[in-house]
């Protein structure tokens, strides 16, 4: 039970049970039957959980160098081997768990799952840090979509509110880690931007989502938008608009990540409010 509970500490809880989330509900947006729900959920849960285990393996060395006693794998309580073991298993498992839905979605969730293996691999040190997150959350809503029996992609805007949503969580996930990261010399995109520009950044790309589902879901009627998209509207563009005042006139704080999570969440609860409007 030790090395489970580590393990689970290392796949970064939080991100992974919003993300599974985040599938259970455009699953069920999707009128998904509910065998399919089901494995399309839970093949989200595992892939979730190998990438955060195998950015938590790959960064083992840098967290015991900043004294991170909040990681199981750096704090000892988990061997590296055994970590690693569990993360290409759950990668696999992923995989498996996709292929009843359709070569389809199995091709998508591998690139979703490929890309983020990648940034946890070596692109989160580079300039392209980005890339990962607007592929990944790009597909995401299609996975979804691609899960029923007749499978297509998500409409248009809905790859542009999953690449925001992706942008917006990249810039500013990194805002408490910045010290941390640059001793250890990683320096991402969010790292060369500064933690105001991020913070502005990821803010404006929340907001950008957020236009493309209102515009998009109506069909760019804004007399057919519906009451409720109009409250997720006007509360991401309310929350957003207050972490850009934060970034300029106050110094950088955690509150700023705080404050674009909740947009990010708005937006995703925006989306999946559009109901079978994001199906192509």
Known sequence: MRTVRALWGSSHPGPTLVVTALALALGIATGLEAWRLVLL???VFVGQLSVGISNDALDAQRDRAVGRTDKPIARGDVSAGVAWGAALGLLALALVLSAPLGWRMLAA???TLGSAWAYNAGLKSTPWSIVPFLVSFGIF???ATLSAPDPSFAAWWAWIAGASLGAAVHL???LPDLDDD???GVRGLPHRLGPRVAA???ALAVVAGAVAVLLGAAGGDLAAVSPVSW???AAVVAVAGTTAW???ARPPSRALFRLVMLAALLLAAQMVASGSAFVA
């Open 109 to 111: 969730h591998a690139l």
């Open 172 to 174: 500013t996930n990194v």
């Open 200 to 202: 502005i950044v990821a």
């Open 182 to 184: 640059a001793r250890t």
């Open 231 to 233: 409250v997720f509207f």
């Open 41 to 43: 959920t839970t093949a």
């Open 141 to 143: 809503p299609s996975l």
């Open 246 to 248: 934060r970034a300029i």
